[in-house]
């Protein structure tokens, strides 16, 4: 069992795996590297004048996993998504994992949360609150899943951290901030 499971390791995914995990909760992506970045360029990314997608995340993933512990199973694929009385159980081709909260960040695909029994606006997209949460307690949708059209690294980006700061607010009983001063950064 851990903290949370994210399920996609793009933009949303990483950015989420980055909050949860740097504030301490234990944190589990499984990524098939089938992001749209593979295809990008960025120029438009808010403090990056350019890099490209592949690049952008190598970064995002060694900064996950490296600097903050992020546990990433690279290849695997999730097959289903189960709520249960302790949370949700992800099965893969492998195993079954269990975490409390799920965050689902597939980009436009959307079966797993049709199959969870999320809810769905009329665009045929998940439906979510501000804080990414879906109509299932806990489990959380980012990014191009969420959106007809609008998609965008950054955009998806902080989809996950909203997702990320709802879960930390969850646990720690009041609104949480994630917010770092440069004190802060010696002990990084």
């Given amino acids: 069992m851990v903290d949370v499971i994210v399920v ?72 289903t998504v189960e709520k249960t009385d302790a949370g949700f159980t992800v099965s893969t081709d492998e195993d079954e994992y269990e975490a409390p909260y799920v965050i689902l960040a597939t980009g436009a695909k959307r079966d797993l949360a049709e199959d969870l029994g999320c809810a769905f606006t009329d665009e045929d997209v998940v439906d ?37 700061l709802n879960i930390l607010t969850k646990e720690k009983g009041e609104h949480f901030h994630d917010f770092d001063t440069p004190d802060d950064v010696g002990e990084r």
């Fill in 128 to 164: 979510v609150d501000v804080t990414m949460e879906t109509s299932v307690e806990n489990a959380y949708a980012t990014g191009a899943m969420v959106r007809a059209e609008e998609w965008q690294a950054i955009i998806s980006a902080g989809d996950g951290a909203a997702a990320s």
């Fill in 8 to 79: 996609g390791g793009g933009p949303a995914g990483m950015s989420a795996a980055l909050f949860t995990s740097k504030n301490g909760l234990d944190t589990t992506v499984f990524d098939t590297d089938q992001t749209w970045m593979h295809k990008a360029h960025l120029f438009n990314f808010l403090g990056i004048r350019s890099i490209d997608g592949d690049v952008f995340m190598q970064r995002a993933r060694e900064q996950a996993t490296m600097d903050h512990g992020v546990d990433l199973y690279e290849g695997i694929a999730v097959s």
